[in-house]
């Protein structure tokens, strides 16, 4: 569970980024308005992860990574610090996205497993 949170703070980040690097002078309104809006849908598919019902929402948020990192690359060379921005936030959300909900409990096997040594 502990994978939710930390992709609500990528969230967080999103929503603040377009302050730091200046989106909205370098890239347009419309740069920091898809910054704000990727950011808010991360946290809400973060939040309802965290419950059992829509606990297969994390899956949801690697296809807001590939809009965050495959158009990034069709940017010119050398891309803008937003721009990079975006593609590390996506790679990293990738990487959260595919951890389960329960990776902290152990399995039927390695119970058994352990089970034997103790």
């Given amino acids: 569970m502990w994978a939710r949170p930390?992709?609500?703070?990528?969230?967080f980040w999103l929503l603040a980024s377009p302050l730091v690097f200046g989106t909205n002078v370098i890239g347009g309104?419309?740069?920091?308005?898809?910054?704000h809006?990727?950011?808010?849908?991360?946290?809400?598919?973060?939040?309802?992860?965290?419950?059992?019902?829509t606990g297969w929402a994390h899956f949801l948020t690697?296809?807001?990574?590939?809009?965050?990192?495959?158009?990034?690359?069709?940017?010119?060379y050398p891309a803008p610090a937003y721009i990079q921005n975006r593609i590390a936030v996506g790679l990293v959300l990738t990487i959260f996205a595919?951890?389960?909900?329960?990776?902290?409990?152990?399995?039927?096997?390695m119970q058994k497993?352990?089970?034997?040594?103790?």
Wanted: hydrophobic share 55%; aromatic share 6%.
């Fill in 6 to 11: 930390i992709e609500m703070i990528l969230g």
């Fill in 29 to 35: 309104p419309g740069a920091a308005a898809f910054d």
């Fill in 37 to 53: 809006a990727t950011g808010l849908l991360v946290v809400v598919l973060a939040l309802l992860s965290l419950s059992k019902r």
């Fill in 62 to 76: 690697l296809a807001v990574a590939a809009v965050l990192v495959l158009p990034s690359y069709l940017t010119a």
């Fill in 98 to 109: 595919i951890i389960p909900n329960n990776v902290e409990q152990t399995t039927e096997a």
């Fill in 113 to 118: 497993y352990y089970g034997k040594e103790s």
